[in-house]
């Protein structure tokens, strides 16, 4: 690992064998509009699967134009060339969070706070050739995995139980201080670690917690397998555009009502997202955005070609129809 050790999980000496396969699944909490500010160097949300010719996932922040998901590949050789001829460990690709819309869903922490996550499996197996390393995202439009990345390579691994290579499960990496950049939440839920067949959760039998910097929260921990850290109060929005929700029509069976998107930044923005909680209520009907079903009674809402641009100052708005299925019918707007 290049950069420095944020926050994050570290396997334990003696723990974790692989000598067959192995399996990391978790969800990555992530931000497709960037953190809020100017990263001043780059920052990785990412972990290993617990082997030595490992492939990460890696999210990708720096400055405010990088908000990217990425695979970085361990087993490239010269013997074993990655894709584009790479010969030593590489960048595979890096592409934007917003490319993944199907792949990303909200999805609550260990405190009830909402994230946009992406849920991701990087697996190295034996095989009767060699190995191969794959990547899979989870696809939530065809709920199914996709797989994104395969690479086969020959040669031996080392056991990293043993040696101490592959030694970082889910961590932030960062390659400048944190303790006075305004990261929001950072972190990973629901992780686990399937080794030679084995599931683990990793418990802190066989894992240790490091972290986070002085100046951040820990704001939830589920040892280990979920966790989350951030500088800025725990669960506060990071997007410049705030969502305000008006009930506009209400009866004894239903409702409609409106949301406004303001940019209230300094600088403009080419698209937006909303969270809508409908709470106990039921959609029938929409317009001026697109409405995707990310879990029971939960939307994300992104805007259409001509709503998507905001300028600094500027308000745009959707709406929606509803029937009511019980008394808490009011719903939740709220923005990233």
Request: with cysteine; net charge negative.
């Amino acid at each position: 690992m290049p950069g420095g050790l944020g926050a994050g999980v570290s396997y334990k000496s003696g723990a974790l064998p692989v000598t067959e396969s192995s399996t990391l699944y978790t969800h990555m909490i992530v931000y497709p509009e960037g953190l809020g500010f100017d990263v001043p160097a780059d920052l990785f949300t990412t972990a290993t699967n617990r082997t030595e010719k490992t492939v990460e996932v890696v999210g990708w922040y720096r400055e405010a134009s990088v908000h990217h998901i990425g695979v970085f590949d361990w087993s490239c050789s010269a013997t074993d060339p990655c894709a584009g001829g790479q010969t030593v460990p590489s960048w595979i690709w890096t592409r934007p969070f917003s490319d993944n819309t199907c792949q990303l869903t909200q999805m609550a922490d260990g405190a009830g706070v909402d994230h946009e996550t992406l849920y991701y499996a990087n697996a190295t197996v034996s095989t009767a050739s060699g190995w191969e390393n794959r990547v899979l995202f989870w696809n939530y439009c065809t709920s199914e995995w996709d797989l994104e990345y395969v690479h086969a390579f020959t040669g031996p691994q080392q056991d990293c139980s043993v040696t101490g290579c592959g030694w970082w499960g889910p961590i932030v990496e960062n390659f400048s201080p944190l303790e006075d950049q305004p990261f929001p939440q950072l972190g990973f839920i629901d992780t686990s670690l399937v080794h030679d067949g084995v599931t683990s959760l990793l418990p802190p039998s066989e894992t240790d917690f490091n972290g986070p910097p002085s100046t951040w929260d820990l704001c939830f921990i589920d040892p280990n397998t979920s966790w989350s850290t951030s500088q800025i109060p725990c669960g506060a929005s990071t997007a410049p555009w705030t969502a305000t929700l008006t009930v506009t029509s209400n009866w004894n069976t239903g409702y409609c009502a409106d949301v406004a998107v303001h940019n209230g930044g300094t600088t403009a923005i080419s698209t937006w997202s909303v969270s809508l909680a409908m709470n106990q209520s039921t959609l029938t009907s929409s317009h001026s955005a697109n409405f995707q079903a990310a879990s029971a009674g939960q939307y994300q809402i992104t805007p259409l070609s001509w709503n998507a641009n905001l300028a600094p100052g500027a308000t745009t708005s959707f709406g929606f129809c509803a029937n009511k299925t019980g008394t808490n019918y009011t719903p939740a707007a709220t923005t990233p």
